[in-house]
């Protein structure tokens, strides 16, 4: 074989392999590394060997689930997302800490997570908590270490969403986004890092947002909150380096069924949304917590859950900013006039967007 050919073989080959890789990205629902793990990585439900030591140096092999025996606690788990993850973490064999401010809704979840997963009454805590009440924070880890004796993955998955326009928003606004979606997180996170600091393992996993990568109109507010998250666990990540079993995960979803548009801040804080909108093009809640398991069990940094269109710009963001301001500007025109028009600011607009990209 000539060096000649030997280059065209292998010119040929990397062109296939992009190729390949554009196919996928067009079809991806999440980010190429974590379509990959879980294709080829470790499973939530699979079983995990261990080998253990005997006193004669002989090698014992077991057997066991990759998050089973965990203790997991999750905010905001009275809906949505959190909601969600808490059903398939259920079926797990896991034990669950369920937080959110609504007890009633917390207890109907706790309910439904027995009724449809493995596991009883003693391995489920309600445990109410407001993120903005930071005096409680430590007292809340208490209750749930003296429960069960360890915390293994915390999921920040609390907070809300804004939508109105930064000229007419008062900035209680502003400061209440961030008490939440912020100064809320890392206060829980300053209560349970040391313990698993103590232990030398755990994984704090934070559901940040796609808009933590890039921005939008209409969530100013809710996009700096998301911005700051990601500035701060990537920071913190580099502080635990002598902590290799402390896995650090950022979770950056796009636009998933929930009550997010619902119960979004407006322009003043005691002002509800009026438009809600369709939100059936946004992806399925279900779909997005599988993926969020899947991050948890291959300890990914950071991963981009979404469908097309919204994951491609994700990436335009990261590797052709300009572009994406690009896009950003057009996109966000519409939106403000849906907005300003009574219209919900999002789903017919991209409602019609998803079905021209498909």
């Known amino acids: 074989m000539t060096w000649e050919l030997?280059?065209?073989?292998?010119?040929l080959g990397a062109l296939l392999a992009l190729l390949v890789?554009?196919?996928?990205?067009?079809?991806?629902?999440?980010?190429?590394?974590?379509?990959?793990?879980?294709?080829?990585?470790?499973?939530?439900?699979?079983?995990?060997?261990?080998?253990?030591r005997s006193e004669r140096n002989c090698s014992t092999k077991t057997h066991e689930w990759e998050l089973t025996d965990m203790v997991v606690w999750v905010t905001g788990a009275s809906s949505g997302i959190g909601?969600?993850?808490?059903?398939?973490?259920?079926?797990?064999?896991?034990?669950?800490?369920?937080?959110?401010?609504?007890?009633?809704e917390l207890e109907r979840v706790k309910r439904r997570c027995?009724?449809?997963?493995?596991?009883?009454?003693?391995?489920?805590?309600?445990?109410?908590?407001?993120?903005?009440?930071?005096s409680t924070h430590?007292?809340?880890?208490?209750?749930?270490?003296?429960?069960?004796?360890?915390?293994?993955?915390?999921?920040?998955?609390?907070?809300?969403s804004q939508r109105s326009l930064f000229v007419d928003t008062s900035l209680d606004v502003y400061k209440e986004i961030m008490e939440l979606n912020y100064l809320g997180t890392v206060s829980l996170t300053k209560c349970v890092l040391p313990h698993m600091i103590e232990r030398k393992q755990g994984k704090i996993v934070t559901v940040n947002s796609i808009m933590g990568i890039g921005s939008a109109p209409l969530a100013t507010g809710y996009s700096a909150s998301k911005h700051a998250l990601q500035g701060f666990f990537n920071g913190l990540r580099t502080e635990l380096t002598d902590y290799?079993?402390?896995?650090?995960?950022?979770?950056?979803?796009?636009p998933v069924q929930s009550n997010i548009v619902k119960n979004a801040f407006t322009e003043d804080i005691t002002k509800r949304m009026d438009v809600i909108g369709d939100q059936s093009y946004k992806m399925a809640t279900s779909r997005c917590a599988r993926l969020i398991l899947v991050?948890?069990?291959?300890?990914?940094?950071?991963?981009?859950?979404?469908?097309?269109p919204y994951?491609?710009?994700?990436?335009?963001?990261?590797?052709?900013?300009?572009?994406?301001w690009w896009l950003a500007g057009k996109v966000g025109k519409r939106r403000i006039e849906n907005f300003k028009s009574g219209l919900d600011a999002d789903s017919s607009y991209m409602i019609a967007l998803k079905k021209k990209y498909k």
């Open 138 to 160: 430590e007292a809340a880890t208490k209750m749930a270490l003296e429960e069960f004796g360890k915390i293994d993955i915390l999921i920040n998955n609390g907070g809300r």
């Open 311 to 324: 994951l491609l710009i994700a990436y335009l963001w990261q590797y052709m900013p300009t572009w994406a």
């Open 295 to 308: 991050t948890m069990a291959n300890d990914l940094k950071e991963v981009w859950i979404s469908d097309q």
């Open 244 to 254: 290799p079993g402390i896995v650090i995960s950022n979770i950056c979803p796009g």
């Open 6 to 11: 030997l280059l065209w073989l292998l010119a």
């Open 83 to 104: 909601e969600e993850l808490a059903y398939q973490l259920s079926k797990l064999g896991v034990s669950l800490v369920l937080s959110a401010r609504r007890v009633d």
């Open 21 to 52: 890789q554009l196919v996928r990205l067009v079809r991806a629902d999440g980010d190429l590394t974590l379509l990959w793990a879980e294709w080829q990585g470790r499973r939530p439900e699979a079983k995990r060997q261990k080998v253990r």
């Open 114 to 134: 027995l009724e449809n997963g493995n596991l009883k009454g003693k391995d489920i805590l309600v445990l109410p908590l407001d993120l903005t009440n930071r």
